[in-house]
């Protein structure tokens, strides 16, 4: 037991480097998705709307699938004359749970924009401010804290569901696991010590997000 430890150990390595980057890149796409959804702009509302029920109603498994073995016919289409680009599994991979993960933290966004007092806004409407002005000054940073404790759960979740992009061959956790299986025939010990690993990445950052709600909730 524990033989295949440093190859599983470079697999949580890919883990939480893809997780970290999805994470972060979702972010970013859920940050104006979200906005998107709650600013006086049809097109916008229609759009992010679109986006992320699309994302929220289909499964992480097929946005893969989708990405990886979907995209290059019509890569291959638009810019290869027809024939197929091929796609490296970890731009894949990438690609599928960062956008996978913006839905989500544009949700967390729009709701943390929306718990915000309507008064804030009309405040800040009444000193002169426009409303990008209100939006950016006042109810942003307000609505950033409230967005913090979600978002760390966005992580945890990811941490864990980033374990679908085995099935591409991106050679994470799972996958180093799949092949250390493959090659002794033991897969108790092995996946015994895969859920080890997960569980010893997952505790820390739920022990963080707790003592953030908490200090937050004071902060109230």
Do not use: C
């Amino acid at each position: 037991m524990w033989l295949s430890l440093p190859n599983l150990l470079l697999g949580a390595l890919m883990t939480l480097f893809l997780t970290i980057v999805a994470v972060f890149d979702g972010i970013i796409i859920g940050t104006f998705a979200g906005v998107a959804r709650v600013i006086h702009n049809k097109v916008a509302n229609m759009l992010a709307g679109i986006y992320v029920d699309f994302i929220r109603g289909t499964p992480l498994l097929v946005q893969i699938f989708m990405i990886h073995f979907g995209s290059p016919p019509l890569l291959g289409m638009l810019f290869n004359n027809g024939q197929p680009v091929p796609i490296n599994p970890f731009i894949s991979a990438l690609v599928a749970l960062s956008i996978n993960s913006g839905a989500y933290v544009a949700e967390i966004v729009r709701a943390g924009i929306q718990s915000i007092d309507r008064g804030q806004m009309e405040a800040a409407r009444s000193l002169g401010m426009s409303y990008r002005q209100a939006m950016r000054h006042i109810i942003l940073p307000q609505a950033l804290k409230r967005v913090i404790p979600p978002l760390g759960n966005e992580f945890i979740a990811m941490l864990k569901d980033s374990s679908l992009v085995s099935v591409i061959g991106m050679e994470e956790l799972v996958r180093k696991a799949q092949v250390i299986v493959t090659r002794s025939y033991r897969p108790t010990e092995t996946w015994f010590e895969v859920g080890i690993i997960f569980l010893i990445m997952t505790i820390p950052f739920t022990r963080i997000v707790a003592h953030l709600e908490r200090r937050l909730k004071t902060g109230d």
